[in-house]
Structure formats: C-alpha cells, structure tokens
C-alpha cells in the first residue's frame, strides 16, 4: 500500500489531533448519527443487508464502531494518519485498514456496494478527485454517503479544530465548499443524487454545546446519499 502524498503540515496536526479526537467528537456524534440513520435505509434499499463498505478518512474508527453497531460486518478503513489508524484497529471492527490519501486509495476498484465520506471533505482544496476516487471504487448500483459540515456553518467563523496538550484550540484550515461544488464534482464523476438532508443547530446541539446558542437555527452539517448508475439505469 502506497503511502499518502498529503503535506508533512497536514500529517502533523492529524496526529496531534488524535489524542483529543474521541472526546470532542462526543459533541457532535448525534448529529451524525441522525444523518446517517436516515440513510441507511436507502443503503439497504441498494446494497442488500451486507454490503462491504469502505471509510474513507477513518480516522480512530467512530464512524465504523457506530456501522458495526447498526448490523454492518463488512468495513474497511483508510486514513493518512497511521496514528489514527492504530486506535481504530484496537476498536476491532474493522475489515482491514491501510494508510491512504482518499482521493487516491489505490485499493481495488469496483469493490464496495457502500463508500462512505465523514467530516474531511473541508480539508480538501478540490472535491474533484474525492468524487472520481469514490465512483472508481464503488460497484454499478453501489452508493457513496458523504457527510460533512455545513459550508454556511463554515463561512460563519468556526472552522474545524483540535485541542493541544495543553488545552488549547488550534484551528486546522478549512476549505469552504458550497452545496453546489459537490453537486459539480459528483456529476462530473457519474454520480446521481438519491437524498440529501441539512441539519440546524437545534436544542439537542444546545444541549451539548450550550456556547453555540447564537447559531440556533443555523445550518450546520450536511449529508448526501449517491448513486452509481447501474447497467439496468435508462441512459442519461
């Protein structure tokens, strides 16, 4: 497996980031949890009860512990950070796991019914290749799930963020990318839309981030469910 061409800079905060990952991460688990629950359905509906997924930008394995979870057996992971990759192989739910750039994982193509994308497509300066790599490794028929922040949630001034050692936020650069740029890359890489759904800042987020009260109403997070075209799909 080849090693990710992503900048030293990059790999540095990722593996900083590591050690409060899990923690922060607990504030905003539900609101991906209820992103994501709303698509599993439509998963299921394409993919049959078993698919083999594929987690691209893993990172400590929150997001395959909580698929395992809901009855998914079959998961892989990638992530540039192999001290990431570490804590998510002591969570035991993964397939396998390999340190790759996910927009060029070099794993076999046309082998996943389900790919899935969570809160790294804003470190990317081009959702391009993110898109194309996907489509390349998702089977006809097979479905990407992408979830992300809110582009408006970015533009507003809170940009993604780790705390240091000592306790301190670090901001990590953050690639503003509207609605209609994923629309763009996806189309331009065969994909079709089959669901997306925006979530607010509502009192459950208030509830676990009570500082983000000015945001109430505001959108914050993103998920959008893919479709790779299958050979029974009318011609477009």
């Not at 809160?119 to 993110?130: K, N, S, V, Y």
Request: net charge negative.
């Amino acid at each position: 497996m080849a090693q990710t061409s992503q900048p030293t800079l990059e790999r540095t905060w990722s593996e900083a980031w590591q050690w409060s990952w899990d923690r922060q991460q607990e504030g905003y688990m539900p609101d991906r949890e209820r992103r994501i629950q709303a698509l599993l359905d439509v998963v299921e509906a394409v993919a049959g009860p078993s698919p083999l997924v594929l987690d691209l930008a893993c990172g400590t394995g929150r997001i395959g512990t909580w698929l395992r979870a809901q009855g998914v057996a079959l998961i892989d992971g990638v992530d540039f950070t192999p001290a990431m990759l570490e804590r998510a192989r002591a969570r035991g739910v993964y397939r396998t796991l390999a340190v790759a750039d996910i927009r060029a994982t070099r794993l076999e193509g046309g082998a996943y019914d389900l790919v899935t994308e969570v809160l790294a497509d804003e470190h990317l300066p081009d959702l391009r290749p993110l898109y194309d790599e996907a489509g390349r490794l998702t089977r006809p028929g097979g479905v990407f799930v992408i979830v992300g922040y809110h582009s408006h949630f970015l533009m507003t001034g809170i940009p993604t963020h780790f705390d240091s050692a000592s306790g301190e936020p670090v901001a990590i650069q953050s690639h503003v990318h509207l609605l209609s740029d994923h629309v763009k890359a996806a189309h331009a890489a065969g994909w079709v839309l089959s669901e997306l759904d925006e979530g607010i800042v509502d009192d459950e987020w208030l509830a676990k981030k009570p500082n983000w009260r000015r945001f109430l109403h505001h959108p914050v997070s993103f998920a959008m469910v893919w479709r790779k075209p299958g050979p029974s799909d009318p011609a477009r």
